[in-house]
């Protein structure tokens, strides 16, 4: 197979683009896209302070790395969860990839917080991951808040947004519909949230990863259980086999569409503030603070 | 062929098989759900494979 650009051997096949790309193009090719998304959505600008969410997962070392060869302004934050080896395996990832980049990193280790991952999991009734998501979301946003970043960007790719996309309207959830989008606009208290990967897929960070030989976590966390959302990966992976870029198409077309059959509501909550920790939320006192609460009640 | 599985480290040893496609086909994943690398190249689905080979297939798919 040859490059579509150079017409030098190929090492990349990528039918879901009618190419196929050497090293050098490839990386040129993962740029654009990239560019692509942050010009089409407006995520941010050279002048924007950007922090990143690295969990050592080869996504979000291939969005770090790829905005800073674009000369954006970043910073990485990683959240120690402290969820047994795992935790440390991840952030000694984490710690040398920022290293060798010349990368500011940023560590919060949540046993300091008292929210040490098990402990949460052992007191808590409800499944761990989401309130494991609840406590990322709020550290990750009250970090870039407090240190007056601009925006949050994370990993998330093709694959992600559309199994997410699939799954919502397999329920029709309208407002979960509303919402899904690669850069969540938010009020003041939040910080706006961007996925500048929404147009590369799985495959592609992870040649990414190769090509710039970046060493990246596999190591599943002890508590995923994969159910649905992998299952669908699954489907939607069979689905993008026969008819390739139909993920792209099919995420492509509802951002498109998406004002027109779901336009945002224009009912909104009253946001109050936490009486703790001056967190956004719409009770008294907002869920991580209810949960460190809890925990220091059982212990 | 010696063929090894990350991220299990499996390792494998398959005969006849004389395509990348093949043996992606072989280990039932597609093209886009694993890196194929011999000598640290990554191979597209239509090189040529051979009884002497070593080939690292590097699954994808991120979990947790
Ligand atoms: S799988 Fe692990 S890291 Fe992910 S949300 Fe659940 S507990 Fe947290
Ligand atoms: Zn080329
Ligand atoms: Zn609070």
Known sequence: MKCTRCKQKAVVALPSHNAGFCASCFLLYFQNQMEKAIKKQKMFSPRHKILVALSGGKDSLALALQLKLLGYNLECLHLDLDISDTSKQVKTIAQRFCERFELKLHIIELKKENLSIPEVKKKLSRPICSACGQIKRYYFNYFAKQNNFDVLATGHTLDDEVSRLFANTLRWDITYLQQQSPILEQDQEFVRKVKPLYRLTEFETAVFCFLHNIQYSTIPCPYSKGASFTFYKRLLDELEYNQPGRKFNFYETFLKQKSQLFPPSTSKNKINFCSICGYPTLQDICGVCRIKKMLSKTS | ?64
Do not use: C, W
Request: hydrophobic share 45%; no cysteine; aromatic share 6%.
């Open chain 2, 1 to 64: 062929m010696k063929v090894i599985v990350e991220p299990e480290n499996h390792i494998l040893e398959l005969f006849k098989i004389k395509s990348v496609k093949a043996l992606l086909n072989r280990l039932q994943l597609y093209p886009f759900q694993a890196l194929v690398i011999r000598d640290n190249q990554l191979l597209t689905p239509d090189e040529k494979l051979f009884p002497n080979d070593t080939v690292i297939i590097r699954k994808v798919v991120s979990r947790g």
